[in-house]
C-alpha cells in the first residue's frame, strides 16, 4: 500500500484562473457543512491540523489545494487533495448558496486533473437530496465518486453493514464504493486509502 511521505497547503481558489497549475493525479472532497471533509483530509495524510476543522459549520469557505507526496513498492510520486466548501448549513442567504454552487460546478466541470471525488455523507442520517444532487451531477460529468459514510463511531460497528445499505439505496449509488470511516478513531482510513491508489497508480 503506498505511504504518504509528505504533505503541503498549496493554495485557495474562488474561480478556475486561481487553481494551481499540477499535472498530478487529483482528489475531492465535497459534502454538508461539519460533515468531516476536513477532518478526513488530515486523518488520510496523519496531520493533525494542515486543513481547518471546527465545530461550527462553515469553516471551509474556499477551494483548498494540497499536495501530497507518497511512496509504493513500484514508485514515488504525487497527488493532490482539494477540501471544499461545504454546503447545506442553516443561516446562510441565497447569495452565498449560489455563490458556493458556482464555486463547485465551476471546479467538478474544469479541473480536468481531477480523478475522482468523495462525497461525505454522515453515517447517521438519512441520504439528503443535496448529496443526491451531486452524486448525480458527477455522473453527468463522468466523474467517479466514492461515499464516505463520516462520525462511524458514532455508531455501534455491529450497524454499519444495514447503515451502508440504506445510504446506498437511498443515495441512488449503482457502481460506486461507500466506506464507513471514523477520523476521530482512525477506523476505515486503510480502504480508503487503498481505493485511492487503485486510481492514482
Ligand atoms: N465523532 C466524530 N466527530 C468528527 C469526525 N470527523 C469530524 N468530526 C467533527 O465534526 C466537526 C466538523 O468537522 P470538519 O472536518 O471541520 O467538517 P467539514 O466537513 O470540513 O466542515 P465545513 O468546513 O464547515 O464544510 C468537528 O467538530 C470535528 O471534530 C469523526 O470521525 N467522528
Ligand atoms: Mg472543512
Not at 54 to 57: A, H, R, V
Not at 93 to 103: A, L, N, P, V
Given at each position: 500500500m503506498i505511504r504518504i511521505i509528505e504533505s503541503e497547503f498549496l493554495t485557495s481558489a474562488v474561480t478556475s484562473d486561481q487553481y494551481p497549475?499540477?499535472?498530478?493525479?487529483?482528489?475531492?472532497?465535497?459534502g454538508r457543512s461539519n460533515v468531516g471533509k476536513s477532518s478526513l483530509l488530515n486523518t488520510l495524510l496523519n496531520r493533525k491540523s494542515l486543513a481547518k476543522v471546527?465545530?461550527?459549520?462553515g469553516k471551509t469557505r474556499l477551494v483548498n489545494f494540497f499536495k501530497v507526496r507518497f511512496k509504493s513498492e513500484e514508485e514515488d510520486g504525487f497527488f493532490t487533495l482539494v477540501d471544499l466548501p461545504g454546503y447545506g448549513f442553516a443561516r446562510v442567504?441565497?447569495?452565498?448558496?449560489?455563490?458556493?454552487?458556482?464555486?463547485?460546478?465551476e471546479y467538478f466541470s474544469m479541473r480536468l486533473q481531477l480523478q475522482a471525488v468523495f462525497v461525505l455523507v454522515d453515517i447517521r442520517h438519512k441520504a439528503d437530496p443535496k448529496d443526491i444532487d451531486v452524486i448525480r451531477m458527477l455522473s453527468e460529468i463522468g466523474k467517479t465518486c466514492c461515499v464516505i459514510a463520516t462520525k462511524s463511531d458514532k455508531v455501534?460497528?455491529?450497524?454499519?453493514?444495514?447503515?451502508?445499505?440504506?445510504?446506498?439505496?437511498?443515495?441512488?449509488?449503482?457502481?460506486?464504493?461507500?466506506?464507513a470511516v471514523s477520523s476521530l478513531k482512525k477506523k476505515g482510513v486503510t480502504e480508503v486509502i487503498k481505493w485511492l491508489e487503485s486510481i492514482v497508480i
Open positions: 497549475a499540477s499535472l498530478f493525479a487529483e482528489f475531492a472532497f465535497v471546527s465545530g461550527q459549520p442567504s441565497k447569495t452565498e448558496r449560489d455563490k458556493w454552487k458556482k464555486m463547485i460546478s455501534a460497528m455491529s450497524k454499519h453493514p444495514e447503515r451502508l445499505r440504506e445510504l446506498r439505496a437511498g443515495l441512488g449509488l449503482q457502481q460506486e464504493k461507500i466506506f
